[in-house]
């Protein structure tokens, strides 16, 4: 198995861990990047919404698709 290298996310978490920071400011943190995270995930769905030309009437089907 191979040495993977961190990401350059990876190394600006470590230097945040590195100011020991509370208990609260890691709450916060893992907020920032979840709403960070899911914006550009929206952001993405909705540009290959667009790009695939998918109506609202595509997306309902498939939310009540039986499996």
């Known amino acids: 198995m191979g040495v993977k290298k961190l990401s350059e996310l990876q ?3 470590l230097k945040i861990y590195s100011f020991n920071p509370s ?3 890691l709450v ?3 907020k ?3 709403t960070f ?3 550009k995930l929206i952001g993405n769905v909705e540009k ?3 790009d ?3 109506t609202n009437e595509d997306l309902e089907n498939w939310l009540n698709e039986k499996s």
């Open 11 to 13: 190394l600006e978490l």
């Open 48 to 50: 290959a919404i667009e």
């Open 52 to 54: 695939k030309n998918i």
């Open 37 to 39: 995270f899911a914006g």
């Open 23 to 25: 208990s609260e400011d």
């Open 28 to 30: 916060q943190i893992k």
């Open 32 to 34: 920032m990047l979840a």
